[in-house]
Antibody
Framework: QVQLQESGPGLVRPSQTLSLTCTVS??????????WSWIRQLPGKGLEWIGY???????YYNPSLRSRVIISVDMSKNQFSLKLSSVTAADTAVYYC???????????WGQGALVTVSS | QSALTQPASVSGSPGQSITIACTGT?????????VAWYQQHPGKAPKLMIY???NRPSGVSNRFSGSKSGNTASLTISGLQAEDEADYFC??????????FGGGTKLTVL
């Protein structure tokens, strides 16, 4: 059974960089076949796809966030990470990591990590 | 890219059927059979309920079904049960090689 778990600071100051890591267990990122994604849920609102990464480093990003986002993978730790720069209060959300085949639905999700942007 | 449009809320009584619509454009919902539906209970991660418009993952009740007509996809839940009360989100692939979700629909079982 694949499991994903987000980790990182729950509070980030405005203009700083939000950093989160997703640890994958029960399956190897390096095996291929799946894309590893970040999705966020703004308070009281719907889901927003941030982007995803393949084990070889290929990435796809939401155009609305592309200029501020970097998703990277560390196969030695079976982890992938999100960096979102120049954050504002509008980036306050629950951030989920999830797994999918390319352009297919997300079949496994982490439990989510609430990140608040505030001074 | 704009989010897909869903009604903010729907409701039904136990045993009844409800349908939730998800409206997009020919660049997403209407252009591809890559529509998925997710169920989310409060404080929990979303759970995949329908994929590729009409397919159910293993373990999902056959009371859940999906369909599509033009730029609108629909999720129907028959024989409503109290446990179905949750938020439901649709999602689709887009012609811009991105993914887009709907704003979510809160289902209340009366």
């Amino acid at each position: 059974q694949v499991q994903l778990q987000e980790s990182g600071p729950g509070l980030v100051r405005p203009s700083q960089t939000l950093s989160l890591t997703c640890t994958v267990s029960g399956g190897s990122i390096s095996r291929g076949g799946y894309y590893w994604s970040w999705i966020r849920q703004l308070p009281g609102k719907g889901l927003e796809w941030i982007g995803y990464i393949y084990y070889n480093g290929n990435t796809y990003y939401n155009p609305s966030l592309r200029s501020r986002v970097i998703i990277s993978v560390d196969m030695s730790k079976n982890q992938f990470s999100l960096k979102l720069s120049s954050v504002t209060a509008a980036d306050t959300a629950v951030y989920y990591c999830a797994r999918a085949r390319k352009w297919s639905p997300f079949d496994y999700w982490g439990q989510g990590a609430l990140v608040t942007v505030s001074s | 890219q704009s989010a897909l449009t869903q009604p903010a809320s729907v409701s039904g009584s136990p045993g009844q059927s409800i349908t939730i619509a998800c409206t997009g454009t020919s660049s997403d919902v209407g252009g591809y059979d890559y529509v998925a539906w997710y169920q989310q209970h409060p404080g929990k991660a979303p759970k995949l309920m329908i994929y590729d418009v009409i397919n159910r993952p293993s373990g999902v009740s056959n009371r859940f079904s999906g369909s599509k007509s033009g730029n609108t996809a629909s999720l129907t839940i028959s024989g409503l049960q109290a446990e179905d009360e949750a938020d439901y989100f649709c999602g689709s692939y887009t012609s811009s090689t991105t993914l887009v979700f709907g704003g979510g629909t809160k289902l209340t079982v009366l």
